[in-house]
Structure formats: C-alpha cells, structure tokens
C-alpha cells in the first residue's frame, strides 16, 4: 500500500504538471489573409471568372487576389500555379490563347502586388477542362476562368 501511495505522489503531479504545460509550437492554421483562412484560399475561394471573349480580372475578385498575395508574401516557400480556361466556344488555338491571356492576367495582379514571379508559373487549358458540362451562358459563364492551384 506503501508502494502504490509513494508512485501515486510521483506520478499525479507529472500528469498534472503536463497537462498544464504550454505548446512552443506555433499553429499558423488560425492566421488568416484578408480575412480568409489558408485552408479557404486554396480550396473554396482560388478561382477567378472572367466574361466573354475577356481577360480583364473584375473588381469583384480583387479582394480574393489580394488575400492570396498576402498569403504568397507570408509563405514565400509556396508555389501556385495558375490555369486559365475558357468556354467551348471559339477555336481550340484561340480558347488556348484566351486562357493564357486570362492566366497572365491574374499573374500579374499579383506580381503587382508584391508576389515573387519565382511562386507563379502559368499554364492555358483552354477549352479541354471544364468545371461543367453544358450548352447554356451559365455553363459557359463557370468555364470562363482561372485557378490558382496550391
């Protein structure tokens, strides 16, 4: 009984002890970059859309690139790569160059910005990966785009 009382003594003040001991490590999943997590900006808010026949970045996505330079500018070990796209309509050669256009264009946005061009390479799909398949302006409307893969 002795013997069990003296490891108790021992080991509930360890426990105890190490169970209020802080963390050195620091969590950088809680940072966030223009208001949005990083987990955020690689997964539900990394594409730009674009209209018709156009590749000029709207002011509605400013806020997103914004929020993506700042996170490039923190992360300087990152790399994106951003794929243009268009809708099906035009020539291959033409919605391949139109994507290039729309991929340079959010480069840009962000290399203006403060991004290493070092973090960004560009590649064009043109018309050959649709986020959707359809005939309608609203399928079209989601093809018409840019994504910034992590």
């Not at 806020?63 to 993506?68: G, N, R």
């Not at 340079?104 to 070092?118: I, Q």
């Amino acid at each position: 009984m002795k013997k069990l009382a003296k490891i108790l003594m021992i080991a509930v003040p360890t426990i105890v002890l190490t169970a209020c001991s802080s963390s050195t490590t620091t969590d950088t999943s809680s940072t966030t970059y223009g208001g949005m997590s990083a987990t955020d900006l690689q997964q539900r808010y990394n594409t730009v859309y674009f209209g018709f026949d156009s590749y000029t970045v709207d002011g509605e996505y400013q806020q997103i690139l914004d929020a993506h330079s700042a996170f490039l500018s923190a992360n300087m070990g990152k790399k994106v790569a951003i794929e243009g796209h268009a809708d099906e309509r035009g020539t291959p050669e033409y919605n391949i160059a139109l994507g290039q256009r729309r991929a340079d264009a959010v480069e840009n946005y962000l290399e203006a910005r403060g991004v290493s061009s070092s973090q960004l390479s560009t590649v064009s799909y043109g018309e050959e990966k649709p986020a959707v398949l359809g005939h309608s302006e609203a399928d079209y409307a989601k093809n018409r785009r840019a994504v910034l893969a992590y």
